[in-house]
């Protein structure tokens, strides 16, 4: 039987602290984001995100039992699943297939990013133009937008303090503006309402068995606490077992304790490529229940990646630890080239693969 892992709790930042520009925060950026951070903080006390969370969880169950062939109405191959309706298997680990989630991908901000065609074929994840389900479900445009603009508010404050505590330690000015200007500029945030399937229990499952270890290649990504259901009724979390676990620096596993009213947000790669290694992004994954009594509860939860707009030049540097087979040896590519070309390696193929016309 597997080992329990211990459990640890992310730091906190006050919302109050967090809006006062002017406040010296760089002790818990480090302490959450730094070289020997846990990867995770937490932000308590947002105002109407409780609310919000609940509103936009509870509906992913109900995407889910939409009928079939409404749901393919709702999906968009072209943005490789990215918008839309989504049972998109994706290849974290090498030879695993996460199977075991849906999703619902949408920009919370522009519902059309561009109008220019060639971009829009270019970085078909980012322009293609939302998709809502008007008739059947019209209220997960309005929840879905709300919460993914709210989180991408706190998130952009959040920015600027991590802007600040880069600065502290020595970078200077990153290449181009800040991060938190970068990101402000952005027409690219993205959105992913998830709902995990329920899986068959089974006492070997690792600590992986909902979703596969990985990093996210954007900024920073806001998360909500999963919301648990068993056949669409809520229900609290099935075992402590269940949820996000992140490797920390030391190359432990570890368990985040969540706080169901406070938003989290996460580093991702491209941060810590911008920010020369003072943000180091955060491998995560998910665990399933593995109490034989919940083999039926399914997880909902919000997702916000945060990230610069497609066109932004990211200069990369040698010693650059992921995704080395995507970066040309030129080193430099737009943020929106880099991204697609990491999407394409989570589906197992190339670039020029999976933008071949169908
Ligand atoms: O389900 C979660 O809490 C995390 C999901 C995640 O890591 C992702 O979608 O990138
Ligand atoms: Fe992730």
Redesign the pocket.
Known sequence: MQQQQPSVRAVTIPFADLKDRGKDLGGFIEEGFGPQGLGIVSIAGVPGYPELRKRLLRLAPRIVSLPDDVKKQLEDPDSRYHFGWSRVEEKFESERWDTAKGSYFANPVFDVPTTDDELVTRYPSYCRPNIWPKDHLPELEIAFKGLGKLMLEVGLMLAHHCDRYVIQRGVGQYIGESLEKTLARSRCPKGRLLYYFPKSFSKQDEVSSW?GW???YGFL?G?TCGLFTRKSEEVPCPDIGTGLYVRTRDNQVVKVTLVDDELVY?IGETAEILSRGHLCATP?CVKAPSSEDASDVGRSTF?LFIQPNWDEPLKLPSEIRYHQECIPPTRTLAYGEYSERVLASFSGKSVEQTLMPQ
């Open positions: 979703c990985h990093t996210d990504t998360l996460q995560h997702v």
